[in-house]
C-alpha cells in the first residue's frame, strides 16, 4: 500500500485523503522509502529533509480530518522543487560550489510561497547543473544524475534531479524551470509531462540571469496534475517584474473535451531543423502520435511556419552566451575557480561575442516572435517532437558530444523559450532501447489550458508508462 | 462654426455627429481649412491626403446619417505620428535615409482606427527614429509648439503634440521609447498615455524592442479613452501583446477616486528641477486628496542615476543597429546628433549591456513593490518648460546645456508600467505643464480614471492656438 501511495497520481492521493483511506504522513512516508530505495543510484537530490517534511504532513493530516480545512486540492501531496528555486529554512545552492553553503535561506520564492500556502509538503531540493547553465544534470556539487530508464544514462536538464525523482516516486509532483527546455528536455527524457507555461504567467523571483527565457512548470506522471499544480503556482505575485494580468484561470477548464476540430499544425522539424539531425525512432513516435490526434477528431495538416532565415538556435545562443558573462561575473576569482568548466567556457565565449551581435539577437527574438504568433493563429495547437533525440550518457555536456555551450540540439524546446509560447511535452512511445521519446505540444500565448487540455485527450488513449525500476520496490 | 469643429474633442464630434449637427465631412474641411492656415508656422504633418480624407468623411457621414456608425471614433480626424506605418505612404522616420516607397500594410494601431471609421488623414512629424525628445529632423525641419512659436512642442512625437493642440485633429497617435508620447503631451497640454506595455499591438517590432509603445494623444482623458477602446485590440503581428481583455476604458472612466493610496514623487533623483514645474505638480497632486485620495511624498524607490544610466545604454546600444542597416557611405546623411547617438552605442560594452539588463529587472520589481502599496504615483512629467527650438538639450540652471530635462518618463519604459500626462497648469510665460500619473501593470484605466478626475476639476482652458490675431 505505501509503496502505491508513492506513485500514485496527486489527483488520486487526495481523493484517498478524502475518504481518509490514505494521510499525508503515510505519503511522505512511501516517499521516503522510494527515496531511500533509489536515490542512491538516481542521485536526485540536493537537500533532504525528511523530518520537516513530516511535520508538514501532520498539519496537512489534520486539515484532511473532519472539521478541518483543507488549503488548496493538493493539500498534503509530497513534492519536490528544483534546487534553483528559492526555498525558505532550505538551502538553494544553484548546484553551484560557489553560493554559499550557509544561507541564510529566509525568502520563498513565489510559487514555493504559493505551494506552501496550499499545503503541498515539500521533501527536498532537486539537483541540477549550475545554474540550470546545460540540458543534462551534473555539478562539481553533486556529481550526475542519472535517468531512471537506464541508469548510466542522463535524465536530461537542467531539472534532471526533479524528472529522476518524480518518474520514481520520490515525490508526487515536481517543479522545474526551463530557460531553454530545462523542463520539457528531462520530462522527454524520463517519460513524463512537463509544462513551460506562457512567460510571465507563472512569477518568478529573483529575476533570474537569463531574463524573460525562464520560466518555471510543473513536471508530473499525469496531465491533471500539472493543471492541478498551476491553479496553485500561476498566482500573481508583485515581485514579478513581468507577470501577466491576472485572469483567475481555473487550468482544469475544460479538462476533459477532447481535442475534436481543433486546428492543429503538425512540424515534423519546425521549418529549420535538418532531418538528418532527428533520430530515426523518434520521428517515427512522433508522426504516429500525430495521428492519434487525427484518429480523435483534430483537424490535423503538416505545416511548418516560414522562419525567413532566422535561426533559433543562433538566437537562443546570443542571448544565453551573453547572459552568463554578468552570471560568472558577479562571482569572485576564488569562487570562479570553483565553477564548472563549461560554464566559465560558455561565458568567456559570450564575452567575446560582441554588442552588436547580441542586440541584434534581441532584435531577431522579436522577429521570430511576430513570425510565430502569425503561424498560431492560423492554429489552435502546433506539434513536434520535443528532442531530436532520446536520453544520451551522463557526464556528457550535451547532445553529439557537444560543449553545451551551443545549446543548438535542443531546438524544438529553446524556440518556444524565445517567443514565450506555452509548450508541453508528453511521452509518446519508446526508442530501440527503450527510451522514452517525447511529443511538444504548443500553444498560442495564454492559450496554457488549451495544451493541458489536448495532452489530457491524448494520455487518456495512450496513458504514461511508468519506468520498469519504479516497479522494483 | 466651422473652426469651432476644428476646437472639440472627438467625444464633443461625435454627440454632434449623433444630433445630426454636424457632420464629419464638415469636420474635416474645418481641419483642413485651419491646417491651410496655421499648418506652415508649425510644421507638424510630412503629408495630409485632404481627398482621401474628404473621400472617408463622406462615407463616415453615410453611417452616421444611416445611424450605423462603426464606432465613436467613426468620422474623426486622426494623425499618424511618421514611425507608425500607413498603407500608401512611405514609412519616414524624420529620416533621410529610409526607404520611401509607400508601406504596403497598416500599422496594428492605424488598422484598428481604420476599421472604427476613424479618418487616417495626416502623417506627423517625428525627429530622427524618435531618437530625441524635441521634434526636427534632417527630413522634415524643425517642428513648433503652437503655445509659443519659439518653443519645442517637444518630442518625439512632436508633430502629433501640435497638431492636436492646435486643432489639426483633435486625436493623434503617438509613439513612447522613452517619454516621446507624455514629453509634447505635456509641453501641448494634451492628455497622453503610454500604456502597459504589450497593451497596444505594434508591428513592424521597433528598433528600441520593448521600450516602444504606440499610444494616443488627445485634448481629453475621454478621448485618450475612445482612442483606447480602438488600438488595444487584438494583433496577431505583435508576438508581445497582452491577451485581449474587451475592456472598455470610455466606460471605466467614470467612478470616483475615493480612498485611492497615491505616492507622490517630486523628484526621482539628483536633477535640476524648474521652480513652476514643482509648485505646479505639488498644488496638483495636494488636489487629489479633494479628489478623495490619501497622498503621502515619499521617495523615489530606485536610484536615478542607476535607472538613467540603463536606459542610456538601452536606448544607444539600441540605436547602434542603425550603423549596420545603412551604408556607412550615408552615415553623413543622419541627424548629427543620432548618428553621435548610435556611435556611443557602439562603444558599450556587451557587459554593459547585459548589466542594463540586470538594473532594467531590478528598477522594474522596485516600482511594482511601490504600485503594491500605492494605488497611484504622481510626479511631473518632464523637469523643464517647453524650451527653445531648434535645441536638443535646454539650458540648465547652472548655464550649461541640461541633459537630465526629463528624469520621469523612461523608468516607466523600462518598468512597462502605464503612465500618462495630464496638464496642470501654466506657466507664467503661458506655457502648459504637465503631471505624470502612473499605476500598476495592466491599471490603464485607472490611469485614466484619475487623469479624468482630476482634469474635470482641474481644466486647462484650451486657448485657440497658435493664437490667431
Given at each position: 500500500?505505501?509503496?502505491?501511495?508513492?506513485?500514485?497520481?496527486?489527483?488520486?492521493?487526495?481523493?484517498?485523503?478524502?475518504?481518509?483511506?490514505?494521510?499525508?504522513?503515510?505519503?511522505?512516508?512511501?516517499?521516503?522509502?522510494?527515496?531511500?530505495?533509489?536515490?542512491?543510484?538516481?542521485?536526485?537530490?540536493?537537500?533532504?529533509?525528511?523530518?520537516?517534511?513530516?511535520?508538514?504532513?501532520?498539519?496537512?493530516?489534520?486539515?484532511?480530518?473532519?472539521?478541518?480545512?483543507?488549503?488548496?486540492?493538493?493539500?498534503?501531496?509530497?513534492?519536490?522543487?528544483?534546487?534553483?528555486?528559492?526555498?525558505?529554512?532550505?538551502?538553494t545552492r544553484m548546484g553551484s560550489l560557489a553560493t554559499?553553503?550557509?544561507?541564510?535561506?529566509?525568502?520563498?520564492?513565489?510559487?514555493?510561497?504559493?505551494?506552501?500556502?496550499?499545503?503541498?509538503?515539500?521533501?527536498?531540493?532537486?539537483?541540477?547543473?549550475?545554474?540550470?547553465?546545460?540540458?543534462?544534470?551534473?555539478?562539481?556539487?553533486?556529481?550526475?544524475?542519472?535517468?531512471?530508464?537506464?541508469?548510466?544514462?542522463?535524465?536530461?536538464?537542467?531539472?534532471?534531479?526533479?524528472?529522476?525523482?518524480?518518474?520514481?516516486?520520490?515525490?508526487?509532483?515536481?517543479?522545474?524551470?526551463?530557460?531553454?527546455?530545462?523542463?520539457?528536455?528531462?520530462?522527454?527524457?524520463?517519460?513524463?509531462?512537463?509544462?513551460?507555461?506562457?512567460?510571465?504567467?507563472?512569477?518568478?523571483?529573483?529575476?533570474?540571469?537569463?531574463?524573460?527565457?525562464?520560466?518555471?512548470?510543473?513536471?508530473?506522471?499525469?496531465?491533471?496534475?500539472?493543471?492541478?499544480?498551476?491553479?496553485?503556482?500561476?498566482?500573481?505575485?508583485?515581485?514579478?517584474?513581468?507577470?501577466?494580468?491576472?485572469?483567475?484561470?481555473?487550468?482544469?477548464?475544460?479538462?476533459?473535451?477532447?481535442?475534436?476540430?481543433?486546428?492543429?499544425?503538425?512540424?515534423?522539424?519546425?521549418?529549420?531543423?535538418?532531418?538528418?539531425?532527428?533520430?530515426?525512432?523518434?520521428?517515427?513516435?512522433?508522426?504516429?502520435?500525430?495521428?492519434?490526434?487525427?484518429?480523435?477528431?483534430?483537424?490535423?495538416?503538416?505545416?511548418?511556419?516560414?522562419?525567413?532565415?532566422?535561426?533559433?538556435?543562433?538566437?537562443?545562443?546570443?542571448?544565453?552566451?551573453?547572459?552568463?558573462?554578468?552570471?560568472?561575473?558577479?562571482?569572485?576569482?576564488?569562487?570562479?575557480?570553483?565553477?564548472?568548466?563549461?560554464?566559465?567556457?560558455?561565458?568567456?565565449?559570450?564575452?567575446?561575442?560582441?554588442?552588436?551581435?547580441?542586440?541584434?539577437?534581441?532584435?531577431?527574438?522579436?522577429?521570430?516572435?511576430?513570425?510565430?504568433?502569425?503561424?498560431?493563429?492560423?492554429?489552435?495547437?502546433?506539434?513536434?517532437?520535443?528532442?531530436?533525440?532520446?536520453?544520451?550518457?551522463?557526464?556528457?555536456?550535451?547532445?553529439?558530444?557537444?560543449?553545451?555551450?551551443?545549446?543548438?540540439?535542443?531546438?524544438?524546446?529553446?524556440?518556444?523559450?524565445?517567443?514565450?509560447?506555452?509548450?508541453?511535452?508528453?511521452?509518446?512511445?519508446?526508442?530501440?532501447?527503450?527510451?522514452?521519446?517525447?511529443?511538444?505540444?504548443?500553444?498560442?500565448?495564454?492559450?496554457?489550458?488549451?495544451?493541458?487540455?489536448?495532452?489530457?485527450?491524448?494520455?487518456?488513449?495512450?496513458?504514461?508508462?511508468?519506468?520498469?525500476?519504479?516497479?522494483?520496490? | 462654426?466651422?473652426?469651432?469643429?476644428?476646437?472639440?474633442?472627438?467625444?464633443?464630434?461625435?454627440?454632434?455627429?449623433?444630433?445630426?449637427?454636424?457632420?464629419?465631412?464638415?469636420?474635416?474641411?474645418?481641419?483642413?481649412?485651419?491646417?491651410?492656415?496655421?499648418?506652415?508656422?508649425?510644421?507638424?504633418?510630412?503629408?495630409?491626403?485632404?481627398?482621401?480624407?474628404?473621400?472617408?468623411?463622406?462615407?463616415?457621414?453615410?453611417?452616421?446619417?444611416k445611424g450605423e456608425p462603426l464606432s465613436a471614433l467613426?468620422?474623426?480626424?486622426?494623425?499618424?505620428?511618421?514611425?507608425?506605418?500607413?498603407?500608401?505612404?512611405?514609412?519616414?522616420?524624420?529620416?533621410?535615409?529610409?526607404?520611401?516607397?509607400?508601406?504596403?500594410?497598416?500599422?496594428p494601431a492605424v488598422a484598428r482606427l481604420r476599421e472604427?471609421?476613424?479618418?487616417?488623414?495626416?502623417?506627423?512629424?517625428?525627429?530622427?527614429?524618435?531618437?530625441?525628445?524635441?521634434?526636427?529632423?534632417?527630413?522634415?525641419?524643425?517642428?513648433?509648439?503652437?503655445?509659443?512659436?519659439?518653443?519645442?512642442?517637444?518630442?518625439?512625437?512632436?508633430?502629433?503634440?501640435?497638431?492636436?493642440?492646435?486643432?489639426?485633429?483633435?486625436?493623434?497617435?503617438?509613439?513612447?521609447?522613452?517619454?516621446?508620447?507624455?514629453?509634447?503631451?505635456?509641453?501641448?497640454?494634451?492628455?497622453?498615455?503610454?500604456?502597459?506595455?504589450?497593451?497596444?499591438?505594434?508591428?513592424?517590432?521597433?528598433?528600441?524592442?520593448?521600450?516602444?509603445?504606440?499610444?494616443?494623444?488627445?485634448?481629453?482623458?475621454?478621448?485618450?479613452?475612445?482612442?483606447?477602446?480602438?488600438?488595444?485590440?487584438?494583433?496577431?503581428?505583435?508576438?508581445?501583446?497582452?491577451?485581449?481583455?474587451?475592456?472598455?476604458?470610455?466606460?471605466?472612466?467614470?467612478?470616483?477616486?475615493?480612498?485611492?493610496?497615491?505616492?507622490?514623487?517630486?523628484?526621482?533623483?539628483?536633477?535640476?528641477?524648474?521652480?513652476?514645474?514643482?509648485?505646479?505638480?505639488?498644488?496638483?497632486?495636494?488636489?487629489?486628496?479633494?479628489?478623495?485620495?490619501?497622498?503621502?511624498?515619499?521617495?523615489?524607490?530606485?536610484?536615478?542615476?542607476?535607472?538613467?544610466?540603463?536606459?542610456?545604454?538601452?536606448?544607444?546600444?539600441?540605436?547602434?543597429?542603425?550603423?549596420?542597416?545603412?551604408?556607412?557611405?550615408?552615415?553623413?546623411?543622419?541627424?548629427?546628433?543620432?548618428?553621435?547617438?548610435?556611435?556611443?552605442?557602439?562603444?558599450?560594452?556587451?557587459?554593459?549591456?547585459?548589466?542594463?539588463?540586470?538594473?532594467?529587472?531590478?528598477?522594474?520589481?522596485?516600482?511594482?513593490?511601490?504600485?503594491?502599496?500605492?494605488?497611484?504615483?504622481?510626479?511631473?512629467?518632464?523637469?523643464?518648460?517647453?524650451?527653445?527650438?531648434?535645441?536638443?538639450?535646454?539650458?540648465?540652471?547652472?548655464?550649461?546645456?541640461?541633459?537630465?530635462?526629463?528624469?520621469?518618463?523612461?523608468?516607466?519604459?523600462?518598468?512597462?508600467?502605464?503612465?500618462?500626462?495630464?496638464?496642470?497648469?501654466?506657466?507664467?510665460?503661458?506655457?502648459?505643464?504637465?503631471?505624470?500619473?502612473?499605476?500598476?501593470?495592466?491599471?490603464?484605466?485607472?490611469?485614466?480614471?484619475?487623469?479624468?478626475?482630476?482634469?474635470?476639476?482641474?481644466?486647462?482652458?484650451?486657448?485657440?492656438?497658435?493664437?490667431?490675431?
Amino acid at each position: 500500500m505505501t509503496a502505491d501511495l508513492a506513485m500514485m497520481p496527486a489527483h488520486q492521493l487526495v481523493k484517498l485523503y478524502k475518504d481518509r483511506k490514505a494521510s499525508p504522513v503515510e505519503a511522505v512516508r512511501a516517499a521516503l522509502a522510494r527515496i531511500e530505495a533509489f536515490n542512491p543510484q538516481l542521485n536526485a537530490f540536493q537537500h533532504l529533509d525528511p523530518d520537516a517534511a513530516l511535520r508538514a504532513a501532520r498539519a496537512s493530516e489534520k486539515r484532511w480530518k473532519k472539521g478541518g480545512k483543507r488549503l488548496s486540492d493538493i493539500d498534503g501531496v509530497p513534492i519536490t522543487i528544483k534546487d534553483m528555486v528559492l526555498t525558505k529554512g532550505m538551502p538553494t545552492r544553484m548546484g553551484s560550489l560557489a553560493t554559499d553553503a550557509d544561507g541564510p535561506w529566509t525568502v520563498d520564492a513565489p510559487v514555493a510561497q504559493r505551494l506552501r500556502e496550499a499545503g503541498t509538503v515539500l521533501l527536498g531540493k532537486t539537483t541540477s547543473p549550475e545554474y540550470g547553465w546545460k540540458g543534462v544534470t551534473d555539478s562539481a556539487l553533486f556529481g550526475a544524475t542519472h535517468n531512471p530508464w537506464k541508469i548510466g544514462r542522463t535524465p536530461g536538464g537542467s531539472s534532471g534531479g526533479g524528472v529522476a525523482a518524480e518518474a520514481v516516486g520520490m515525490g508526487n509532483l515536481a517543479v522545474g524551470t526551463d530557460g531553454a527546455g530545462s523542463v520539457r528536455i528531462p520530462c522527454a527524457f524520463t517519460g513524463l509531462f512537463g509544462l513551460k507555461p506562457t512567460q510571465g504567467r507563472v512569477p518568478l523571483y529573483p529575476p533570474s540571469a537569463q531574463g524573460t527565457l525562464s520560466h518555471i512548470g510543473p513536471m508530473t506522471r499525469t496531465v491533471r496534475d500539472a493543471a492541478m499544480m498551476m491553479n496553485v503556482m500561476a498566482r500573481p505575485d508583485p515581485r514579478d517584474l513581468y507577470g501577466r494580468p491576472d485572469d483567475e484561470e481555473d487550468y482544469l477548464k475544460g479538462f476533459d473535451k477532447g481535442v475534436k476540430s481543433l486546428r492543429i499544425a503538425y512540424s515534423p522539424n519546425l521549418g529549420f531543423v535538418e532531418r538528418d539531425k532527428i533520430d530515426r525512432d523518434v520521428a517515427v513516435a512522433v508522426e504516429n502520435a500525430m495521428k492519434v490526434f487525427k484518429t480523435l477528431g483534430a483537424r490535423v495538416v503538416e505545416d511548418s511556419p516560414d522562419l525567413q532565415g532566422l535561426d533559433p538556435r543562433k538566437i537562443l545562443n546570443a542571448h544565453w552566451q551573453s547572459n552568463v558573462v554578468m552570471l560568472v561575473k558577479s562571482f569572485s576569482e576564488e569562487k570562479r575557480a570553483l565553477m564548472d568548466p563549461g560554464l566559465l567556457k560558455a561565458a568567456e565565449f559570450g564575452a567575446n561575442l560582441g554588442q552588436e551581435a547580441v542586440v541584434t539577437a534581441i532584435h531577431q527574438r522579436q522577429q521570430i516572435g511576430a513570425i510565430m504568433n502569425q503561424f498560431m493563429a492560423k492554429y489552435d495547437l502546433l506539434l513536434t517532437p520535443t528532442m531530436p533525440m532520446t536520453a544520451f550518457a551522463v557526464n556528457e555536456n550535451g547532445a553529439w558530444g557537444g560543449d553545451g555551450i551551443d545549446i543548438g540540439w535542443t531546438p524544438f524546446t529553446l524556440t518556444f523559450n524565445l517567443t514565450r509560447q506555452p509548450a508541453a511535452t508528453i511521452p509518446c512511445g519508446l526508442d530501440r532501447e527503450g527510451l522514452p521519446i517525447g511529443l511538444q505540444i504548443v500553444s498560442g500565448h495564454a492559450r496554457d489550458t488549451l495544451v493541458l487540455r489536448a495532452a489530457a485527450a491524448y494520455e487518456r488513449v495512450r496513458p504514461i508508462p511508468a519506468p520498469p525500476l519504479a516497479h522494483q520496490v | 462654426m466651422t473652426d469651432d469643429l476644428a476646437q472639440q474633442s472627438a467625444a464633443r464630434l461625435a454627440t454632434l455627429y449623433r444630433k445630426g449637427k454636424a457632420s464629419p465631412v464638415e469636420t474635416m474641411k474645418a481641419v483642413l481649412a485651419r491646417n491651410e492656415k496655421v499648418g506652415p508656422q508649425l510644421n507638424a504633418f510630412t503629408r495630409v491626403d485632404g481627398g482621401a480624407a474628404l473621400k472617408a468623411a463622406r462615407a463616415a457621414e453615410r453611417r452616421w446619417k444611416k445611424g450605423e456608425p462603426l464606432s465613436a471614433l467613426d468620422g474623426v480626424p486622426v494623425s499618424i505620428k511618421e514611425l507608425v506605418r500607413v498603407k500608401g505612404w512611405p514609412a519616414s522616420m524624420g529620416s533621410k535615409l529610409t526607404d520611401k516607397a509607400p508601406a504596403d500594410a497598416d500599422a496594428p494601431a492605424v488598422a484598428r482606427l481604420r476599421e472604427a471609421g476613424a479618418i487616417v488623414f495626416a502623417q506627423s512629424t517625428s525627429s530622427e527614429y524618435g531618437h530625441k525628445g524635441v521634434t526636427d529632423s534632417p527630413l522634415n525641419g524643425i517642428t513648433r509648439n503652437p503655445w509659443q512659436l519659439a518653443r519645442t512642442p517637444g518630442g518625439s512625437s512632436g508633430g502629433a503634440g501640435a497638431a492636436v493642440a492646435a486643432g489639426l485633429g483633435p486625436i493623434a497617435i503617438g509613439t513612447d521609447g522613452g517619454g516621446s508620447v507624455r514629453i509634447p503631451s505635456s509641453f501641448n497640454g494634451l492628455v497622453g498615455l503610454k500604456a502597459t506595455f504589450g497593451r497596444v499591438p505594434a508591428w513592424p517590432p521597433s528598433l528600441t524592442g520593448d521600450l516602444a509603445n504606440t499610444g494616443p494623444m488627445a485634448r481629453t482623458a475621454l478621448d485618450c479613452a475612445l482612442i483606447m477602446n480602438v488600438i488595444s485590440r487584438r494583433d496577431p503581428r505583435d508576438a508581445y501583446a497582452l491577451p485581449e481583455d474587451d475592456t472598455n476604458y470610455a466606460k471605466k472612466i467614470d467612478g470616483k477616486l475615493k480612498k485611492l493610496k497615491v505616492g507622490f514623487v517630486l523628484r526621482f533623483g539628483d536633477h535640476p528641477l524648474d521652480i513652476e514645474v514643482a509648485a505646479l505638480v505639488t498644488r496638483a497632486a495636494r488636489a487629489f486628496e479633494k479628489l478623495g485620495c490619501k497622498v503621502e511624498e515619499v521617495p523615489a524607490p530606485f536610484s536615478y542615476a542607476d535607472a538613467g544610466r540603463a536606459f542610456v545604454v538601452h536606448w544607444l546600444a539600441a540605436l547602434q543597429r542603425l550603423l549596420q542597416l545603412y551604408p556607412e557611405s550615408r552615415h553623413g546623411e543622419f541627424d548629427p546628433n543620432l548618428l553621435a547617438s548610435a556611435k556611443a552605442g557602439l562603444r558599450y560594452s556587451l557587459q554593459d549591456v547585459v548589466n542594463a539588463q540586470v538594473t532594467r529587472r531590478e528598477l522594474a520589481i522596485a516600482w511594482n513593490l511601490f504600485f503594491a502599496k500605492y494605488d497611484l504615483l504622481l510626479s511631473p512629467t518632464v523637469a523643464v518648460q517647453p524650451f527653445e527650438v531648434g535645441k536638443n538639450l535646454p539650458m540648465g540652471p547652472d548655464g550649461k546645456a541640461n541633459a537630465l530635462w526629463s528624469p520621469y518618463t523612461s523608468q516607466f519604459n523600462l518598468s512597462r508600467h502605464p503612465a500618462a500626462s495630464v496638464p496642470c497648469g501654466l506657466s507664467r510665460d503661458g506655457l502648459p505643464i504637465g503631471l505624470q500619473i502612473a499605476a500598476g501593470h495592466y491599471k490603464d484605466a485607472l490611469v485614466l480614471r484619475a487623469a479624468a478626475r482630476y482634469a474635470e476639476a482641474h481644466p486647462v482652458k484650451f486657448p485657440v492656438l497658435p493664437e490667431t490675431k
